[in-house]
């Protein structure tokens, strides 16, 4: 566990860490309060990812890297460079009605007007109430195992001043040999994941992919190919290399 910290990055690559070395890899880090606890209103807990990565047989491991709340902030700052709305039903205002202007959703969430509605959405009929639980899994196992700060103590403020986050992350490595012969686990789990993608696709869908596959794939292409980055997010680049001055860049919006 690790305490008074501050962003980890990806959390899967450290699942990735221990993958590497024959083990599955287990992680999470509490964060800013976002997220309102179901039939509440007010952000209490932090998006918390949740990360498993497992090895297998294939070329890419099992990697599940998601976030306890049903919309992260960085997928609404993308919606408001694209000049789109949030959809419903993923953001709640203090009166409890869902919000959808995202331009305006980032500056409730930094007035802690507005909360991220947790994995399965705002109340409990489409199950809120699970992501919720797991939020607070994390919350408890990145604070509670080092006695660090949790919940409102990550604001980032204290007494009207900015002060540090002070995050809180634990880190599982089980070590497959304990249980298993290492190829024996990654080819049954290469086997679900192959039995998983191959079984009836929904009408209209193309395919059925597992976690860590629809990454790996990406992977391959950018690897070659490069990031594509839309236009609002070079002219935010472009103006931090005007504003410090830094030489060297080329960086014009090409389609």
């Known amino acids: 566990a690790v305490r008074n910290s501050s962003h980890y990055g990806i959390a899967g690559y450290y ?42 047989d294939e070329d890419f491991p099992f990697f599940l890297d998601c976030a306890t709340s049903v919309i992260q902030r960085g997928k609404i700052e993308f919606y408001a460079r694209s000049g789109k709305d949030t959809p419903q039903g993923l ?32 109340g409990e009929d489409n199950g809120g109430y699970k992501g919720y639980g797991y939020a607070a899994v994390v ?28 995050l809180g992350h634990f880190f599982i490595a089980i070590n497959i040999d304990s249980f298993t012969e290492l190829d024996e686990f ?3 789990t290469g086997d679900i994941l192959r039995e998983l993608r ?11 992919y597992t976690a860590g596959e629809k990454e790996h794939l990406a992977y391959l292409e950018r690897k070659d190919k490069g990031v594509p980055v ?11 290399v005007d504003e410090l001055g830094l030489k060297g860049y080329d960086f014009l919006y090409n389609e």
């Open 198 to 208: 191959n079984s009836d696709v929904a009408p209209g869908a193309e395919r059925i």
């Open 91 to 122: 953001v709640i205002g203090r009166d409890g009605k869902t919000l959808t202007d995202s331009g305006e959703i980032l500056k409730a969430l930094v007035a802690g007007e507005a909360a991220l509605a947790p994995l399965g959405g705002i």
């Open 15 to 56: 699942g990735l860490m221990a993958e590497q070395e024959g083990m599955i890899g287990i992680t999470g880090t509490n964060a800013r309060p976002s997220i309102a606890p179901t039939f509440g209103v007010e952000n209490m807990l932090g998006t918390n990812p949740l990360t498993f990565v497992m090895p297998t």
């Open 139 to 166: 919350e408890i196992l990145s604070a509670a195992l080092q006695g660090g700060a949790f919940l409102k103590m990550l604001t980032g403020v204290r007494d009207g001043k900015k002060v540090p986050y002070n």
């Open 230 to 240: 839309n236009e609002a997010l070079q002219n935010e680049m472009i103006q931090l």
């Open 186 to 188: 990654k080819k049954t």
